[in-house]
């Protein structure tokens, strides 16, 4: 796992792989990896960076919310001018966050309540069990975003958090990364609250973190 | 023409385990920041079962984890893996009267790759093993401390007693 580095090279060819159709909405620039692949890199991770931040930024001391602060992500990336203390805010009033006795640990929301949130606010989304990497590519190459559930001792490589393995996590993928030569995905960008980073996490990583968890996933048009 | 009785077959504890990751419920209701429990095999509630506990927990890189009390419990049928009961503790606690407080979970010596194969230590011994707890017999001996002996691995100290309270029943019979 890597921390994302926006400077990438110049917007390049879209790569013609056997998939699902890309659109042309979705921006794409190439990289070189220090092993001297070509990469290319759907979606806007750069700009998507200043979507992310530390979560447990309100007023309610709540802190326990990465569901909602990749709610919040996804609404800003729809031009959607939302801070974290609004959704945390909404969910609360709306019966989709817990709301614990210790203010700390409430804010948790389920794939499905996430959706439901982000439907209130007029985005079309739902959640659903993802079986693969490749699918978890095909949204974002069609200019959807995703929230994912994962294991966060997996993503923070640290056993603290692994407990029993399940998805643990809420975080957001802004960027799909492929070998330009054949076509595999070598991971995904993503913004994970849970420390403020925009980071790069390799297909592996991310099989053990996502797919072998679960799956979980938030798909919003 | 004698009729033949139709049953599901019981799920492998491996299987039951696996189940739990995207049950409908977990999807729908049990919030994904929360700490889930593993399974574990039951009669209490008289068909048999696999129940599971989970509550709010806050992890933040750096600092040592903690699990609040337990919010919400459930139970899904250990044959067919479908949903028994479900409910909040508010509503309906697994242990009327029982009071559980935040835990805050030391740094674990084991690494994750040593966690992963504890857990699958954990399913290998428990597939051998629960089909003799639902039957009602006594199981092997050996196989019955070995399993006793992983969880305690698998389980932190601080989190035993919400998994006794749970399922006392399975307890009793693994360390009879």
């Not at chain 1, 926006?6 to 979705?26: C, M, N």
């Not at chain 2, 559980?100 to 504890?118: A, K």
């Not at chain 2, 399993?147 to 029943?169: C, G």
Request: glycine share 10%.
């Amino acid at each position: 796992m890597h921390e994302y580095d926006p400077s990438a090279q110049a917007e390049g060819d879209l790569y013609d792989y056997s998939g699902d159709t890309q659109t042309a909405d979705v921006p794409t620039t190439t990289d070189v990896l220090p092993d001297g692949r070509t990469v290319v890199i759907y979606g806007d991770a750069e700009g998507d960076t200043r979507f992310n931040h530390h979560q447990g930024d309100n007023p309610y001391g709540v802190k326990g919310d990465c569901g909602l602060v990749s709610c919040q992500d996804v609404l800003l990336q729809h031009g959607i001018n939302v801070t974290e203390a609004d959704v945390v805010k909404h969910a609360a009033q709306n019966g989709e966050c817990v709301i614990a006795s210790n203010p700390e640990q409430s804010g948790g929301t389920s794939p499905e309540s996430q959706a439901q949130l982000l439907r209130d606010y007029g985005v079309d989304a739902h959640a659903e069990k993802g079986d693969s990497i490749d699918q978890l590519a095909n949204h974002i190459e069609k200019g959807q975003q995703v929230i994912i559930g994962v294991n966060a001792g997996v993503l923070w490589n640290d056993s603290r958090y692994y407990e029993n393995g399940q998805a643990n996590h809420a975080v957001t993928v802004t960027a799909v990364v492929r070998d330009q030569q054949t076509g595999q995905v070598l991971g995904v960008v993503l913004n994970d609250s849970g420390d403020g980073r925009t980071k790069f996490v390799d297909a592996n990583t991310l099989t053990q973190a996502w797919t072998n968890t679960g799956g979980q996933c938030v798909v919003a048009n | 023409m004698d009729r033949i009785a139709l049953h599901a077959d019981l799920l492998s504890y491996s299987e039951a385990r696996r189940r739990l990751l995207t049950m409908g419920i977990v999807m729908s209701d049990v919030p994904i920041e929360s700490a889930v429990s593993l399974p574990l095999p039951t009669n209490r509630w008289s068909i048999p079962g696999y129940a599971v506990f989970a509550g709010p927990a806050l992890r933040i890189p750096g600092e040592a984890p903690i699990q609040a009390a337990p919010d919400r419990w459930w139970v899904y049928g250990a044959r067919g893996g479908h949903l028994l009961i479900y409910a909040l503790q508010a509503v309906q606690s697994f242990v009327p009267g029982e009071l559980f407080s935040d835990v805050t979970l030391n740094n674990s010596s084991r690494t994750i790759d040593e966690m992963r194969e504890d857990l699958a230590v954990l399913d290998r011994l428990m597939d051998g093993l629960v089909p003799a707890f639902f039957a009602g017999a006594a199981g092997e001996l050996d196989r019955r401390r070995a399993v006793s002996e992983t969880l305690s691995l698998v389980i932190p100290s601080q989190l035993t007693p919400r998994y006794r309270a749970l399922v006392p029943d399975f307890f009793a019979w693994l360390e009879a």
